[in-house]
Structures are given as structure tokens and as C-alpha cells.
């Protein structure tokens, strides 16, 4: 039997692990820490079902993942600038809520479960140097930070609830959120400039959610990240490299989930199959990563200023996840404007590897 090592396991080391453990090979990951999900503090996520034509419950059914975790799905969603207000019904889920962190229901417990069940052998509290492992699956790396976030979860008896705040009063060039999921409630701030100023924009965006919802939390926790984006790094010497620490993420509203969950499936196929993983992680990742630095760029330069123009096009468009959808695959306007685009953002994000 052939042995894969992965170091790190977040969502994207357990899925690679799943499939390859549940064909023939032993798998051992290291977990610097003594669990799964530790550093996440039960933060409830949206994982977006639109960037992809399959629904994300059928797309982890092709990846062999079972929802054995806390996943709704929620189709209504509202999205305010404070003074505006947009509430989106959409005929099918928007995204589904998950829950991050050691908690049963967390996405990280579910995977973790799965891949013990197939007799992966995942080694808490242990790390390894990148050349001793096949699969590097670290998570965000600091070199290429492109946004941060803090937030609070708590407990909370309102009801199910999602929306999303974008102004620049509260998260400069980004966006707030507040998600209620069966008891489970997050308020969090992302921004993608100013991060000297985050706990400024953290205290307002929590002062307007308290101030417009009835949430009573019971036993905050805070937690706070930063993501990592680039659309050129998916190898490191003989080193597969997967999630976040690939690049995998969304620079225009920092979504990683699906990404990191679906570039360890396409690890473990590159893996079976004995196929090119820069060729298959590249064929699926490259539209969506250049999309969303065209995707970012529109919206900082022609957005950020008044984001009512551009919601209004999505709320007033015949299907607003289909018209959603159509940015992310890297379509025939954004491949025009993609060398303005990567020029600016070459220039706003130095550090980023683009
Ligand atoms: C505050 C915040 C909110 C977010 N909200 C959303 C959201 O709503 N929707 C969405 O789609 N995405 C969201 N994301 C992004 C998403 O969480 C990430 O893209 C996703 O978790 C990446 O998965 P991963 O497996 O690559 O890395 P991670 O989830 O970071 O897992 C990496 C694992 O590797 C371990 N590790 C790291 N270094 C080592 C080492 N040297 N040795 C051993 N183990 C190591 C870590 O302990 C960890 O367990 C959010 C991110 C943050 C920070």
C-alpha cells in the first residue's frame, strides 16, 4: 500500500485525505494543533453555491464528502448599505451556513469523522518539514494576505438569518455580516484596505447589528483571520500544494471554502490517476482565480463608492445567482479586461503573487 503525507488538516487536507484514503492508500496527516478547527472559534461561514453550475450538497456527493456536518441551506438573504435595503428570495439556496471550528456539528468535526472512519491516521499536535509530505495543506499563508476579518459568535434564540452589510463606514472596501443558523449566531467585519483599522470597523459593524436585531448572545467568542489569495502557486518543489496555501481563494469577497474542499478532491484524483495536478487544479481554478481579480478590480474602482448601482443590477437581473455565476468564469469581457485588471491589482496588493 502507497503512503501520501499531508501536512495540515483543515478542509482541504481532510478532502484530499477522504478520497485517497477510501482507495487504497495510507494516509497520515499532521495537525500542529490537538484538534481539528481549533483556531476557528465556532464562526458560522456561507459557503456560496453560485460560482459553480452543480449545487454544493451534489458537488460534495462527487467528491465523496457525506454532509454529516451542519450545512442549511438559505435561499433569502438581505443586503443593506444602511440606508438601502435589498432582500433576495432566490429559487434556489444562495449558500449554505456551516459551522467552523471543534463544536459536533463543525465542518472540520464531520470531515475529521470521515477520514478517521477510512483509517486515516492524523497526528495532533505534531508538523513536518514541506519536503517530508506530498500535500501541503496549511491554510492562509502571510506573505500573501489580501484581506482581514474579526468577528463574534455566540449563542442566540433569533431566528435564521443572513445579511450582508457594505458600506465604508463599516468595512471599508469590504463587507459585514451577521448569520443566525439554528442557535448559532456570527457577526464578523472583512476588509480589504485600512487593516490598521479593524477594530474600528469590527465596533460598528456589531454597534448596527445590535441596534437593528434582537440577538441576545449568549457566550461570545471572538476570532479573527486573514486570507490569502494568488493565481500562480499550486506547486512548491515536489510538493503538492492545496486550499489556501495554493492561492485557492476568492480575492473578491474572500469565500475559500468550496475552493479548498475541491483542491484536495482534485489532489487525490491527480494522485490516482497519476495526472499533472498544476494541469487539472489549473483547468478548474485559473478561470475563477483570474475572474476575481477582474471581479475585484470593478468592484473597487466602479463599486466601492456607491455599491447601490451595482446591487441593483444584481437585484433587478432575471436570476440574480445566474447572473452571479456568469463572473466567475473568467467570461469574454473579463478576459479584456483582465490585463488592466492585473495591472492595478499588481500595484495595490504588492505582496500578492500574481
Ligand atoms: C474569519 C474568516 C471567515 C471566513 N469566512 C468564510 C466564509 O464565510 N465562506 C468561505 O467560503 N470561506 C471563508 N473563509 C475562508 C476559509 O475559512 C478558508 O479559505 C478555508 O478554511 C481554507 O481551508 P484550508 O484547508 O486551506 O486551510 P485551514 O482551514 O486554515 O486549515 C489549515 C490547517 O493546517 C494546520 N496547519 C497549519 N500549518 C501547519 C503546520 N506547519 N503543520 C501542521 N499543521 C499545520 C492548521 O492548524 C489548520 O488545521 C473565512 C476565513 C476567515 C479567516
Given amino acids: 500500500m502507497k503512503t501520501v503525507k499531508i501536512l495540515g488538516a483543515g478542509p482541504s487536507g481532510l478532502s484530499a485525505a477522504i478520497n485517497l484514503s477510501q482507495n487504497d492508500y495510507n494516509v497520515d496527516i499532521f495537525e500542529r494543533n490537538l484538534d481539528v478547527g481549533s483556531s476557528a472559534k465556532g464562526n458560522l461561514q456561507g459557503v456560496e453555491n453560485w460560482s459553480e453550475d452543480l449545487d454544493l450538497i451534489e458537488e460534495f456527493k462527487k467528491m465523496n464528502i457525506k454532509t454529516n456536518f451542519h450545512c442549511e441551506p438559505f435561499k433569502n438573504l438581505r443586503i443593506t448599505n444602511s440606508k438601502e435595503n435589498w432582500d433576495f428570495s432566490c429559487n434556489k439556496p444562495a449558500f449554505y451556513i456551516i459551522k467552523r471550528g471543534t463544536d459536533k456539528s463543525s465542518l472540520d468535526q464531520g470531515l475529521k469523522k470521515q477520514a478517521l472512519d477510512n483509517g486515516v491516521n492524523i497526528r495532533f499536535g505534531e508538523t513536518a518539514p514541506i519536503s517530508d509530505v506530498d500535500i501541503v495543506a496549511t491554510g492562509g499563508d502571510p506573505k500573501f494576505k489580501f484581506a482581514v476579518g474579526k468577528g463574534i459568535s455566540f449563542e442566540t434564540e433569533h431566528e435564521n438569518i443572513a445579511v450582508g452589510l457594505v458600506n465604508n463606514y463599516h468595512a471599508f472596501k469590504g463587507y459585514s ?39 441576545k448572545e449568549k457566550h461570545p467568542d471572538k476570532f479573527s483571520g486573514y486570507g490569502s489569495f494568488s493565481n500562480q502557486i499550486m506547486k512548491k518543489g515536489d510538493q503538492i500544494l492545496i486550499g489556501e496555501v495554493g492561492g485557492f481563494q476568492d480575492l473578491l469577497w474572500g469565500f475559500g471554502t468550496r475552493n479548498a474542499i475541491k483542491s484536495g478532491y482534485i489532489a487525490s484524483k491527480s494522485i490516482l490517476d497519476c495526472e499533472d495536478y498544476c494541469k487539472l487544479a489549473g483547468n478548474h481554478f485559473k478561470p475563477k482565480l483570474n475572474s476575481s481579480i477582474v471581479n475585484r478590480f470593478i468592484w473597487e474602482k466602479f463599486a466601492s463608492n456607491n455599491y447601490s448601482i451595482i446591487l441593483n443590477r444584481i437585484y433587478n437581473s432575471e436570476d440574480p445567482l445566474k447572473y452571479l455565476n456568469s463572473f466567475h468564469n473568467f467570461n469574454f469581457l473579463q478576459k479584456l479586461t483582465y490585463p488592466f485588471a492585473l495591472f492595478y491589482m499588481k500595484y495595490r496588493y504588492p505582496n500578492l503573487k500574481l
Fill in 177 to 215: 455580516y451577521l448569520l443566525v443558523s439554528n442557535g448559532f449566531g456570527c457577526i464578523a467585519t472583512v476588509l480589504f484596505a485600512g487593516f490598521q483599522d479593524l477594530n474600528k470597523y469590527f465596533k460598528r459593524t456589531v454597534d448596527e447589528f445590535q441596534a437593528n436585531y434582537d440577538l
